[in-house]
């Protein structure tokens, strides 16, 4: 047995889309393998510690929870790049993604610096993207998967030219509603936008960054988990991705009169 | 182009146009001819309103402005004939219909949608209007609480210093909207013995309206409702017009407690479950309040009510029974758990999850509801609706045997199959959405069971 030791980040702030629930995956999933799951929040007073943690997770919030935590979150950079730099694995959904870039402009212009560990930016726009989102992810070379999950943001995401996406867009908007792409990843992290919670529709993402974790942990490479019956999520699944392929996200765009704009995640 | 109609033009059109919605089996017709008489004539709403010789009142929040509205009719209905939305059509075009069909009606008393709130009070100008409550809700419909609570704000400074707003204190950003404002009246709850002992997980307004540290909560009640006050720039709950105190609650039958106003104070026995119901009871009574009634007039219209549509309702089936206990989000769905739980945790229910428009098309919802204490108590678990596979893995992730959960979206079929497991003389709970009530409400209407909802409140 092995003790995963997870970071929850600002679990009291970022928690918007049902975070709680890609943890009940992640600390299921390890249960049922034999392993055991170690989750500490972290919150704003607290430092990361080198080596102290296998597996981050950051949520989504609304603007104004940003806003709130954005400086305090730019300050953990640095350990928060060395941690997966040595092979942590990292979530970060919506409003989290938003803030692992270099900056992020939120709805009424201000301005909240970023980590700076993916190498993106984020800008919200007019109209928030809103609706069922399918992706399809080629995570291992040569194994394409597919994503379904919900997006809700005002921001649009502008990876670098460097940078590889999480996936492509099947149907929805992902980072921009424009480029096709969605997401970002870099080594063991994944930044997105989809939240539904993500993973307990797609336990294949939990596994993978699981199994990263686990090699974090006992310091060898990942190798993968027992496979479990994943019945009921591979029917959640079937009906998330359908919603989609209806007319997901693209019938859905909100428009909102000028004098009322929604603030952004 | 609109063409000015003359009125009686308008409404006896739109009138027709309900009947024929009615015929063609298209449910209650409830907005249709609202709808029709928003584009026939879009000023129509504002004469029809100002027309009321006694005025109107709004009722507004994300959790029990149904029962606020159906309570506050309760009251009322002694004082003056009412045009009231009782089916629950909420938005402008729901109103619009209700004014159409309410002849010799003299007094207005509206639910009405948080979104559509300021379109509405610009058009319908009320005399009173309650604000209950905000909690996340429909995130895909409405985008965040702030754009909500920002509605709101800058709705109430709108309106006339007349205009009598109640509110509830409990609620950080709700009770701040009486600040300034005289002829507010605030109410809220003061019995610390029922407090939770933290913050839920889904407690939304936590973090100080004023300056965004975190409140300190003397007593938690429902979500982030209850006694705060922030311990760096001293943002407090507003002081209390009226109270409920001495609470006692009793199962899933009633909740008895002391209605508490500077005129004096009356126990009242209302016939609905949960904390939840009393801040409905206060926000009916205390807006009843503005309206002129007394409190012999309040305390004898609590007593009477009994639940509104869908809401809480036993429908017998036979030699058994159904619970229906509507569930929307996360605040108002813990609340129906704990109620349930508190008031002898049953050993099968049949939850149906929807993702309709009316439902939230993001059902991510359901993994902030702390199901987990209604988990523990069962035995079986029929999951149904169209997303009755995320309900599933809800609770396989909660730690609920799979082998233990059932799967049926077919509504119908789900609860046949809840009865068939239902014991002769028993109850079965069912907690569907907002499209999965209604769709239960046909199913039990076909059969023969109930009334449909249009008979009734008419």
Not at chain 1, 144 to 173: I, K, Q, S, W
Not at chain 2, 21 to 33: E, I, N
Not at chain 2, 140 to 155: C, I, N, P, Q, S
Request: charged share 25%.
């Amino acid at each position: 047995m092995t003790t995963i030791r997870v970071a929850h980040l600002y679990p009291d702030y970022l928690n918007i889309y049902a975070d709680r629930g890609n943890m009940a995956v992640l600390r299921r999933r390890a249960e049922w393998r034999g392993h055991e799951l170690e989750i500490t929040g972290l919150g704003m007073a607290d430092s990361i510690v080198a080596g102290a943690h296998d597996l981050f997770y950051i949520g989504g919030g609304q603007d104004r929870e940003q806003l709130l935590v954005a400086a305090d979150l730019s300050s953990k950079a640095e350990p928060l790049i060395a941690a997966v730099e040595e092979g942590c694995a990292l979530l970060a959904v919506c409003g989290g993604y938003q803030l692992l870039g270099r900056r992020y402009r939120g709805f009424h212009g201000e301005e909240m610096p970023g980590v700076g560990l993916l190498p993106l930016e984020t800008v919200a726009g007019e109209g928030r993207l809103i609706g069922n989102v399918l992706l399809e992810c080629e995570v291992e070379p040569g194994l394409r998967r597919t994503l379904a999950g919900f997006e809700n943001h005002a921001g649009r995401t502008l990876l670098d030219p460097r940078a590889r996406p999480l996936g492509r867009v099947v149907c929805g908007y992902g980072n921009d509603g424009e480029s096709g792409w969605e997401g970002c990843r870099l080594k063991g992290a994944v930044g997105t936008y989809l939240h539904g919670p993500l993973l307990p529709r797609n336990p294949w993402l939990a596994d993978w960054l699981l199994a990263r974790a686990l090699a974090h942990r006992s310091g060898g490479e990942p190798t993968a988990l027992e496979p479990l019956l994943d019945e009921l999520e591979a029917g959640a699944h079937a009906v998330s991705a359908g919603r989609a392929q209806a007319g997901g996200g693209a019938a859905a765009v909100r428009r909102w009169p000028r004098r009322a704009r929604p603030a952004g995640s | 182009m609109h063409l000015r109609l003359p009125l009686v033009v308008d409404i006896a059109g739109a009138k027709v146009v309900a009947a024929l919605s009615r015929l063609a089996g298209a449910g209650g017709g409830t907005t249709v001819p609202g709808k029709l008489l928003c584009k026939l004539d879009p000023g129509a709403i504002d004469r029809l309103a100002a027309a009321l010789p006694a005025g109107a009142a709004v009722v507004s929040a994300t959790n029990g402005k149904t029962t606020t509205t159906a309570i506050a009719a309760e009251i009322l209905r002694g004082r003056a004939r009412l045009a009231h939305n009782r089916a629950g059509s909420n938005l402008l075009s729901g109103v619009a219909s209700t004014l159409l069909t309410s002849r010799g009606a003299e007094l207005g008393l509206f639910e009405v949608d948080e979104a559509a709130l300021p379109e509405v009070v610009r058009r319908v100008r009320p005399r009173a209007i309650s604000l209950g409550n905000l909690f996340r809700d429909q995130l895909d419909r409405y985008g965040e609480l702030e754009l909500v609570a920002d509605r709101w704000r800058r709705a109430v400074a709108a309106l006339p210093a007349a205009t009598r707003i109640v509110v509830n204190a409990d609620d950080p950003q709700v009770g701040d909207l009486a600040h300034g404002r005289e002829t507010a009246s605030t109410f809220g709850l003061d019995d610390p013995r029922l407090a939770r002992s933290g913050l839920q997980h889904a407690a939304d307004s936590k973090y100080c309206v004023r300056c965004g540290t975190p409140y300190d909560y003397a007593a938690a009640y429902v979500g982030h409702l209850g006694d705060y006050r922030c311990p760096a720039c001293g943002h407090a709950r507003p002081k209390l017009d009226v109270a409920a105190r001495a609470i006692e609650l009793d199962g899933l039958d009633r909740v008895v407690f002391d209605f508490v106003t500077a005129d004096g104070s009356r126990r009242v026995d209302l016939g609905l479950p949960g904390l939840y119901n009393v801040y409905n009871a206060l926000a009916a009574g205390t807006l009843a309040q503005a309206l002129g009634a007394s409190l012999d007039e309040i305390a004898a219209g609590l007593g009477r009510f009994t639940a509104a549509f869908g809401r809480f309702e036993r429908i017998p089936v036979g030699s058994k029974g159904l619970l229906l206990l509507l569930i929307k989000n996360p605040a108002g769905a813990n609340e129906v758990v704990r109620t349930l739980v508190e008031g002898g945790a049953p050993r099968l229910a049949v939850v149906a999850l929807n993702d309709g428009i009316a439902d939230g098309r993001d059902v991510s919802w359901i993994w902030d509801v702390d199901f987990e204490p209604l988990f523990e108590g069962l035995e079986r678990l029929v999951v149904s609706g169209d997303r009755a596979t995320e309900l599933a893995l809800r609770a396989k992730y909660a730690g609920f045997d799979t082998q233990a959960i059932e799967v049926v979206p077919d509504l119908a079929r789900a609860v046949d199959r809840g009865l068939e497991l239902t014991p002769e003389g028993g109850e079965l709970v069912v907690l569907p959405t907002y499209t999965a009530m209604l769709g239960l409400q046909r199913l039990v209407t076909q059969r023969g069971l109930v009334r449909p909802y249009w008979e009734r409140a008419a």
